[in-house]
């Protein structure tokens, strides 16, 4: 068993409408333990507490795509 987790990186936004090119990235962490699909994490305004109106910026909101995985080694 394993899990690899990295980030953050830049990760696509592609139903963003925002002007701005860079605007249109999310944060995001990757985490996978499989080497078919790999699950985003991705940092978004998220309430302190259920039906709160205050709000946090929290790695919240996750998403799973199919994925080809691979490690690299370099020696």
């Known amino acids: 068993m394993y899990q690899v987790d990295t980030g953050p990186i830049l990760l696509p936004n592609f139903e963003s409408k925002k ?29 302190i507490k259920e039906n709160s109106s205050d709000m946090v910026s929290h790695y919240s909101r996750v998403i799973r795509l199919n994925a080809n995985n691979f490690v690299l080694s370099l020696d």
């Open 19 to 47: 002007e701005r090119m860079i605007e249109r990235f999310d944060l995001a962490y990757i985490a996978y333990n499989q080497m078919n699909e790999a699950y985003f994490v991705i940092l978004e305004p998220t309430p």
